[in-house]
T-cell receptor
Framework: DGGITQSPKYLFRKEGQNVTLSCEQN?????MYWYRQDPGQGLRLIYY???????QKGDIAEGYSVSREKKESFPLTVTSAQKNPTAFYLC????????????????????FGPGTRLTVT | AQKITQTQPGMFVQEKEAVTLDCTYD???????LFWYKQPSSGEMIFLIY??????QNATEGRYSLNFQKARKSANLVISASQLGDSAMYFC??????????????FGAGTRLFVKA
């Protein structure tokens, strides 16, 4: 079945360590995204990628890094520079907006993975 | 400035009754899209319904309908005939496109819905 996988579901790290969260999709989507969710808050965009070897910062990119070497994969590294890394991280993918047609540029659906809950102590 | 506002942190509804989840938004862009997502306790986000800013009719998808009032900048989700499986967090979201080429989606803080048997 097509979909998005994130691993692991739960991740524990010590403060000061970098940690990489995995995101893989087999939907043949060009665009991929990383969001952070904190209790009582909506999703906030960390990074997004429109195409392989290209990515842009979202609203809260500080302390995070990404790579997009393959269409299927968009790993997120939470670095030691991220001041408050404990959160729920969601990866998503979609078609690229320019392929949705003029009327569809806003209507395309984002498909989400099951998320990774990161706890840093 | 907060662009998506969901004023109901929690809502209760009796099974088989209808419930309305509120969402207001703020944008100066004439072209935008509005979405509702469901997040069960397992964590994944499930797309429910979409409304475009130029759509003349309110969107419907099965038991879900979107009450779109453009002048009031509101996009309330109506769930008819609630089921126990509807208990979840519900997020309203908006996508503007001009500045980011259609890539940026902004989410509200969510409303937790509890369906009572």
């Amino acid at each position: 079945d097509g979909g998005i996988t994130q691993s692991p579901k739960y991740l524990f790290r010590k403060e000061g360590q970098n940690v990489t969260l995995s995101c893989e999709q087999n939907l043949n989507h060009d665009a991929m995204y990383w969001y952070r969710q904190d209790p009582g808050q909506g999703l906030r965009l960390i990074y997004y990628s429109q195409i392989v070897n290209d990515f842009q910062k979202g609203d809260i990119a500080e302390g995070y890094s990404v790579s997009r070497e393959k269409k299927e994969s968009f790993p997120l590294t939470v670095t030691s520079a991220q001041k408050n890394p404990t959160a729920f991280y969601l990866c998503a993918s979609s078609i690229a907006p320019w392929t949705a047609g003029t009327s569809g540029v806003f209507s395309y659906e984002q498909y989400f993975g099951p998320g990774t809950r990161l706890t840093v102590t | 400035a907060q662009k998506i506002t969901q004023t109901q942190p929690g809502m209760f509804v009796q099974e088989k009754e209808a419930v309305t989840l509120d969402c207001t938004y703020d944008t100066s862009d004439p072209s935008y899209g509005l979405f509702w997502y469901k997040q069960p306790s397992s964590g994944e986000m499930i797309f429910l319904i979409y409304q475009g800013s130029y759509d003349q009719q309110n969107a419907t998808e099965g038991r879900y309908s979107l009450n779109f009032q453009k002048a009031r900048k509101s996009a309330n989700l109506v769930i008819s005939a609630s089921q126990l499986g509807d208990s979840a967090m519900y997020f309203c979201a908006m996508r503007e496109g001009i500045g980011t080429g259609g890539f940026k989606t902004i989410f509200g803080a969510g409303t937790r819905l509890f369906v009572k048997a």
